[in-house]
């Protein structure tokens, strides 16, 4: 007779083990994380499964509760003291009698609640790398002169298996109290992906403590967002954003090193801004999630390679001319005091690698997050910022470049543009034939054509045009004829409309006459013909370096990817031609990535080698990249085609 089978869900891991092993054990044996504090003694109740009942035809596997024990006292005591869902069942005190398949709940589930229109909804299998252990350590004993830590130690390798354990030195002095508070028990945070690679003992905590939290943060240079999260279960406590404080030494990247460059303490006052903020959204975090800070043990960090030299106190001067020089590539870890960052003072600080000098941390963090390295379908990841930042490959190899587009896709360098804020139009589609506008503005609920739109708006008024309609603006244009292909107002429709004029030796189209003119202007055309134009390029000089003439998939990180229509963003040849389902917005996800690193730390070595391997291209040294800049600048494009948008 064989031994049972165990099926684990979702990993689809199995292994066949002795009637009455208990499940926690088994789990163990086959790599699947369940998390223990207590090591078993029921009384942490962070070991929870779920058995599945049921005839598991796929797997062979007939799972039913009579093939798990009955709840033991252990269990009994656990459920009456603290309760346990339905269902649920501590695994370190279950064991198994018969088939099963066992579902181990995984409470991280990004979804569009984390992530705007993430495109899937994922789940992140967690590895913590923080890890609590609670002991119960012998007491000192006249005879025996082994100190108060090294029995600590002793007991943490006999019940855990950590050996060789280090400790923070902050710890030491304290070790002895906390003992003695704990009655001899204690719960130790083990952190086993630090540098040395030996474990070290970042947290001590008198008996048995049961919950520690994890912050994944990526700086932007406007936003910086955060997800405060529980190590333990992977439930997001909460998750928020703050303004990057920096924009007051420059709107974009390139006016802070400017600003750095031209000022002796500029380095050292946007360091200091950036970690304040960082701080107080830490604070924010905490409150919503109703967790004392000094619980957070880790953090995981993504940033643009500016953000990142800013955030770590490292002059980005180099950044600012070609070569554009890192100070350092690499993934970082730090303590997170040495970064004045108010936590846990054994809280570690681990940041993602950049991979090349405009493609950033927060780019491998993206490349994490959506993993065309995993598949063999060629996949494009752009994140649209002020430099664009684009990710092109598959699971044989990846390539990465920036490109410079400037910031009039965010609403910069736009007459009317503004940022995506209540009074700014975000849609709008122009008739073909009368060539009047419809829109609709952040903020009010109806479109501009819709009874009672005067009176929705009144509250917020039409102040003016984000940057992702400003996209959908200038495409529509074009689709309704009131610009050529090379992007030029005719002014021959002015006959046509009162909507074309006269502005100077060129002409404007009117979108909104009301308390503030809204037009939009041939500059403001010939700036997204410039971006787009530098989007393409970039894309294109990719693609030739992958031997490829068009792509399969498409994801759009970040905000603007968030807000703009895919189907506007190839009319006006952003992207290159690829079925418009396969064209997604997937948020922040840089931030994933984060949170993914923070989550497992498997995922920390897996985008440390990935990052190794792609291959970055130099946008300006191509001799290429003028060309295809130059095609690019016509909608959609002087060459290529997009026969998928046709049908
Ligand atoms: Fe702590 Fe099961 S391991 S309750």
């Known amino acids: 007779q064989k031994d049972p089978l165990v099926l684990f869900m979702p990993s689809g891991k199995r292994g066949r083990f002795p009637v009455g092993t208990p499940v926690l054990d088994a789990a163990r044996k086959l790599g699947v994380y369940v998390e223990s504090v207590c090591g078993g003694r029921a009384t942490c109740g962070r070991c929870q499964i779920v058995v599945q009942e049921g005839n598991f035809a796929k797997h062979k596997i007939v799972s039913s509760n009579d093939h798990i024990s009955e709840k033991g006292a ?12 339905d269902g649920r ?4 005190s279950a064991q198994i009698l018969g088939d099963l398949v066992i579902d181990v709940p995984q409470d991280t589930v990004i979804n569009a609640q984390v992530v705007r229109k993430a495109a899937t909804d994922r ?55 906390i003992l003695r508070k704990g009655n001899w028990a204690v719960t130790a945070a083990i952190h086993r992906d630090m540098d040395s690679s030996r474990p070290f003992i970042v947290g001590l905590w008198p008996g048995l403590k049961n919950e520690a939290y994890g912050v994944a943060c990526d700086i932007g240079s406007t936003t910086i967002a955060m997800h405060l999260v529980s ?14 404080p920096q924009i007051r030494f420059g709107e974009d990247l390139m006016s802070r090193v400017s600003y750095v460059m031209m000022n002796p303490d500029g380095r050292e006052a946007m360091t200091k801004a950036v970690r304040e903020a960082v701080n107080g959204l830490i604070g924010k975090v905490c409150a919503e999630g109703e967790v004392d800070r000094h619980d957070i043990l880790d953090m995981v960090f993504v940033a643009n390679p500016i953000m990142h030299h800013l955030f770590l106190g490292i002059d980005p001067t180099e950044l600012g001319q070609a070569p554009f020089a890192l100070a350092v590539s690499g993934a970082l870890q730090y303590w997170a005091h040495e970064i004045d960052i108010d936590v846990n003072r054994g809280a570690r600080l681990y940041m ?11 780019a491998a963090g993206a490349t994490l997050a959506e993993g065309p390295y995993r598949q063999d379908k060629m996949m494009l990841l752009v994140d649209v910022g002020t430099n664009a930042e684009i990710v092109l490959g ?9 490109s410079p ?9 736009i007459s009317s543009g503004q940022r995506a804020a209540p009074g700014a139009i975000e849609r709008v589609r122009i008739d073909p034939v009368t060539l009047e506008p419809r829109f609709r503005v952040i903020g009010v609920e109806k479109w501009s054509d819709e009874e009672g739109f005067a009176e929705a708006a009144a509250s917020v008024g039409v102040t003016g045009i984000c940057g992702s309609a400003i996209i959908e603006i200038v495409a529509e244009m074009y689709l309704s004829g009131i610009i050529s292909e090379d992007g030029v107002v005719d002014g021959a429709m002015a006959a046509k409309s009162p909507r074309i004029i006269p502005n100077g030796r060129t002409f404007s189209y009117l979108l909104h006459e009301g308390e503030q003119r809204i037009t939009v202007t041939q500059n403001d055309i010939r700036a997204i013909q410039l971006a787009k134009a530098a989007l393409y390029a970039g894309i294109k000089l990719l693609m030739e370096k992958q031997g490829v003439d068009h792509v399969d998939t498409i994801r759009f990180a970040g905000a603007f990817g968030s807000f703009i229509d895919p189907k506007y963003a190839m009319v006006l040849g952003l992207i290159p031609d690829c079925d418009l389902d396969d064209v997604k917005a997937v948020g922040n996800a840089a931030g994933t990535g984060a949170l993914m690193a923070l989550l497992n730390r498997g995922h920390r070595r897996e985008i440390e080698q990935t990052v190794s391997k792609i291959e970055k291209i130099e946008t300006a040294l191509e001799s290429k990249f003028q060309e295809h800049f130059v095609n690019a600048m016509a909608m959609p494009n002087k060459v290529d085609s997009f026969p998928k948008l046709s049908t």
């Not at 252990?74 to 309760?83: H, L, P, Q």
């Not at 993602?352 to 927060?362: F, S």
């Not at 598959?394 to 920036?402: G, I, Q, T």
Request: aromatic share 4%; net charge negative; proline share 6%.
């Open 74 to 85: 252990k269990e009994d005591r656990y459920e009456k003291i603290r309760g346990l869902p």
């Open 89 to 92: 069942r501590l695994s370190c």
């Open 352 to 362: 993602l690698p950049c991979i090349a000098g405009h493609v950033g941390a927060d």
């Open 123 to 177: 789940v992140i299998e967690r590895n913590a790398a923080v890890q609590l252990c609670y002991v119960e350590v012998d007491e000192p004993d006249m005879h025996k002169p082994l100190g108060d830590l090294d029995r600590l130690k002793v007991m943490l390798e006999k019940d855990w298996g950590w050996k060789d354990l280090l400790i923070a030195p902050h710890l030491i002095p304290q070790v002895q109290g």
């Open 231 to 244: 190590l333990l279960s992977g439930r997001i406590a909460a998750s928020s954003g703050a303004s990057n």
């Open 405 to 413: 587009t400037g910031p009039a896709f965010e609403g910069a360098e």
């Open 394 to 402: 598959n699971k044989d190899r990846v390539v990465a470049a920036s």
